[in-house]
């Protein structure tokens, strides 16, 4: 009888481990875990596989059956098969919401957290300059970067009201701070741009705010360096898509 | 405390390797459902590869001598391009099929570093830094380091570079790097073609699919710890500049159309350190070598290693020194 069970076992568990996988994809993409995984670009993929593996798993069990002759070291055949299945479970039951404060210093490429980040799409800036100058302009952390980069949009977005929403971050100096991703979280670098004026608080490290502001680009070291002069903040929800892709 | 002086960066500032466990899980993850849906790819075209393209009809297509199939391997990397995850079931399908060990490898190697997805990611990253140089130089290292690889893998007998249970299925289909995976047909399914793929797909889905798990988890714990302004005080430096950006390729194992997003932003990075980063990290990393393990030799994947590196960084100085 056990080692009927056992050859049962061995033959069902690549359909266990296929349907597993198949399940955490979807259920990942599903309920919109994969927005602070991957970018929108891959995520599609995940759902294709998902469904994919799905069907090898009812095909498997179609077209194949559990070995008739005994099968020697059974346990540790099984323990391989757990291989492929734990990690995937306990990564996905103990994956935070985002990344830290720690792994945003270890990732971050400058000292100004600015300059280290290659142009950005410029849709949002465009967007921005066209919308009433009487309110602030709504606008994202790698949108006032851009504006950064080049002297006459600093000229037209100077003194200019701004909107935008960002993690806190503490730091030496208080910044707002948005992860950009490229590929996946593991690739994700932050972008910040400084804070000046009454912050109010006190804000956790790490907080989503909304924050309303005058946009001003001083130089530091012939650098123009973004910053918002801060009029108000206001803790606000974490945004459907919490990291950014270029 | 000299690295912090040198970037003017806080004295208090974060560790070396100060890792963020919970973070590490994030990232490990998120590589797991990046890189699992390509391997299946490369399962599913193994697996149509298998039951479709019979083997003579392969070994005809391929040039009579190696040396032209080392080319012919890289022109197939052009063509038929594909991510490091889902190259490593077709190429070990092609070597079942027949295909010389080394003209399989020549191909694992160049469909990412050829990638043309990976040349146009290249100048979407570096358009304000002249994306054309970066391109061509991109292309024309790789492709140099690749037809020395090709030679010497050209040098190599199978049973020098494919593992023993590899070698063990020599040119039959069935036999696969999975030894967990026993497939019995149930009586009186008559699906053979179907059955033929499903059981391939499977086979090479999970018999690489570990290596996968443990290439993202070495990725996720350097790609999240590691500092990466350490790196930046010898960015600029004509000779250790290349070594930083091949460390840096070998820690961050990103994929070969995202890498340049990542090195165009490294500012204290000089134009060879990044070329080097751009040209080794396809090649080779820590998340390759584990993928590199499901079939080849520890000893093939080290020389591997050591080779690709160690050409990178002679092309790079070169190019760095000339007159």
Not at chain 2, 108 to 127: E, H, I, V
Not at chain 2, 220 to 245: E, K, Y
Not at chain 2, 278 to 286: E, F, N, Q, S, T
Request: net charge positive.
């Amino acid at each position: 009888m056990t080692d009927r069970l056992q050859r049962q076992l061995l033959f069902l568990a690549p359909a266990i481990v296929m349907s597993a996988w198949a399940t955490v994809m979807l259920h990942t993409l599903l309920a919109g875990h994969i927005n602070r995984l991957l970018s929108p670009m891959f995520r599609s993929y995940v759902g294709i596989a998902g469904g994919a593996l799905l069907v090898l798993s009812a095909l498997y069990l179609m077209l194949y059956q559990a070995n008739a002759a005994r099968v020697a070291s059974t346990w540790r055949q099984l323990g391989r098969w757990l291989v492929l299945l734990l990690p995937l479970l306990a990564a996905a039951a103990l994956s935070p919401a985002g990344l830290s404060s720690a792994t945003a210093s270890l990732r971050s490429t400058s000292t100004a957290g600015v300059a280290a980040l290659p142009q950005m799409s410029t849709a949002g800036v465009t967007d921005a300059l066209d919308t009433d100058p009487n309110l602030p302009a709504p606008m994202q952390v790698t949108d006032l970067i851009t504006v950064s980069h080049t002297p006459a949009m600093i000229k037209k977005f100077d003194g200019r009201a701004v909107h935008v929403i960002g993690l806190f971050s503490a730091g030496d100096s208080p910044k707002l701070m948005r992860w950009i991703m490229w590929c996946c979280a593991a690739d994700a670098q932050p972008a910040t741009v400084k804070m000046a004026g009454s912050l109010g608080g006190p804000w956790k490290d790490q907080q989503w705010l909304d924050v309303t502001g005058i946009a001003r680009f001083p130089s530091t070291m012939g650098q123009p360096i973004p910053e918002i002069d801060v009029t108000a903040v206001k803790p606000t929800d974490e945004p459907d898509e919490p990291f950014l892709s270029p | 405390m000299f690295f912090a002086a040198a970037l003017d960066l806080p004295s208090k500032g974060p560790p070396a390797l100060g890792i963020s466990w919970p973070d590490v899980a994030l990232s490990f993850f998120a590589i797991l459902m990046e890189g699992a849906p390509f391997l299946l790819l490369g399962a599913i075209i193994s697996g149509l590869v298998d039951v479709f393209l019979p083997a003579g009809l392969i070994k005809d297509w391929l040039p009579r001598s190696k040396a032209q199939g080392v080319f012919a391997a890289m022109g197939a990397g052009i063509i038929f391009p594909l991510c490091e995850c889902g190259a490593m079931p077709i190429v070990q399908r092609l070597i079942r099929k027949g295909v010389p060990p080394a003209v399989s490898l020549t191909y694992m190697l160049a469909a990412p570093a050829l990638n043309p997805l990976a040349m146009f990611s290249t100048y979407l990253a570096f358009r304000n830094q002249d994306p054309w140089l970066m391109i061509l130089l991109r292309f024309l290292f790789s492709a140099v380091v690749l037809v020395f690889l090709g030679f010497w893998f050209v040098r190599l007998r199978p049973e020098q570079m494919l593992r023993a249970d590899f070698l063990m299925g020599g040119k039959r289909t069935d036999q696969t790097p999975n030894p967990t995976l026993v497939l019995t047909p149930r009586a009186g399914a008559s699906w053979g073609g179907l059955q033929q793929f499903t059981g391939s797909v499977i086979r090479d889905f999970t018999g690489v699919l570990l290596f996968l798990i443990i290439g993202a988890a070495a990725a996720a714990i350097f790609s999240t710890g590691f500092n990466r302004n350490l790196l930046a005080p010898i960015g600029q430096n004509i000779l250790l500049g290349p070594l930083a950006g091949i460390l840096l390729a070998q820690l961050l194992c990103l994929c070969s159309t995202t890498d340049a997003f990542i090195i165009a932003a490294f500012t204290p990075f000089s134009l060879p350190a990044k070329l080097a980063f751009l040209v080794a990290g396809p090649l080779i990393d820590l998340k390759l070598y584990w993928l590199y393990r499901s079939a080849f030799k520890p000893s093939l994947v080290h020389g591997l290693w050591l080779r690709a590196l160690g050409a990178t960084l002679v092309v790079i100085l070169l190019y760095s020194f000339r007159p």
